[in-house]
């Protein structure tokens, strides 16, 4: 089974030393009101309606973006399969393209490792291993965060009761640590889905999965994760600011990590960026498969990242190696 070649996996460590982060306070998640059925305001409004405030729906910005790079991969990446899934935090909207198709997870599910082993263990004792998670995506620290969390069955329990994960899954990991729960649907891989994967940084932000000092103390570790360029491409092309403060973790198996190529050259990134315009988003960007996975690949990664965040911050005049 394939999962044995990820023992090989290419580790790659944070230039940056770590920051501390406080994240900005939440906003209040809005659901966009329904059509009335009529874009006309009344001419002359009576006295039953002169005083009511009628919120307009909020403008869609997802869904635009998201097929553009669903329709230009081919050309910009040859070889690449996709998986995208993004969430205004602020908005409520949702968009994915291929958002339920399974794809090997990597390294980018370590970050909901450690969700799971802070809420059975405690934070103190995850401390210890946040930094190498983070910072140079270890897997021997990950094993450890899989222990914490009560075992390999127990992650699997974790994604689907309360992580929203429900096409996702561990089947084995560093040190002879095996699942008996998982449907195993990828040939002994890990796995997981863009949407599945939004759906858990969606309930991690709104505080739902963690207390408020276990969710405050995982975001931060987030940040600690590389900023730009390897095991940072979410942050590539955005600005200095939203660079520096997205929450993100990386997952990757480029060409010759594990012996069999055609099987992963595989990228992933799950995230939360914060815009200057007040709203924030979650993010999943998993690509796999592509011809040429450091210079072609990789780049487009670190684009429909850009794209997206062009969108959801309103910031026309942003380049994305357009």
Not at 248 to 254: D, N, R, V, Y
Request: aromatic fraction near 8%.
């Amino acid at each position: 089974m394939r999962h044995a070649l990820l023992s090989l996996l290419v580790l790659a460590a944070c230039d940056d030393a770590p920051e501390t982060f406080d994240p900005p306070a939440r906003p209040t998640l809005v659901t966009p009101a329904e059509d009335a059925g009529t874009d006309a305001a009344p001419s002359s409004p009576d006295a039953s309606t002169a005083d009511a405030t009628v919120d307009a729906p909020a403008p869609k910005v997802l869904e635009v973006p998201l097929l553009l790079l669903a329709g230009e991969v081919a050309t910009k990446s040859p070889g690449t399969e996709l998986g995208i899934a993004a969430r205004d935090l602020t908005t409520g909207e949702y968009a994915g393209v291929h958002d339920t198709v399974r794809h090997v997870s990597a390294s980018s599910p370590k970050a909901i490792w450690v969700a799971a082993a802070i809420d059975a263990s405690g934070i103190s004792a995850v401390t210890p291993y946040a930094q190498p998670i983070f910072a140079n995506s270890d897997n021997t620290a990950a094993g450890s965060a899989i222990d914490l969390a009560g075992g390999m069955n127990a992650i699997n329990v974790y994604y689907a009761s309360q992580a929203g994960m429900t096409d996702s899954t561990v089947v084995s990991w560093y040190g002879g640590r095996n699942a008996t729960n998982s449907p195993n649907k990828m040939d002994g891989d890990n796995y997981f889905t863009a949407k599945d994967a939004v759906e858990f940084l969606t309930r991690l932000d709104r505080g739902t999965l963690l207390d408020a000092a276990g969710t405050k103390q995982l975001e931060e570790w987030m940040t600690w994760s590389p900023r730009k360029g390897f095991g940072g491409w979410l942050g590539t092309l955005l600005p200095d600011a939203a660079r520096a403060s997205m929450m993100h973790k990386g997952g990757w198996l480029p060409p010759g990590c594990c012996g069999d190529d055609s099987a992963y050259n595989t990228l992933n990134e799950i995230g939360v960026v914060l815009t200057p315009n007040g709203h924030r988003y979650a993010v999943a960007i998993l690509a796999r498969g592509g011809d040429d996975w450091y210079g072609k690949q990789a780049p487009w990664v670190e684009r429909a990242s850009c794209v997206i965040y062009r969108a959801v911050s309103a910031d026309a005049a942003r380049m994305c190696n357009d």
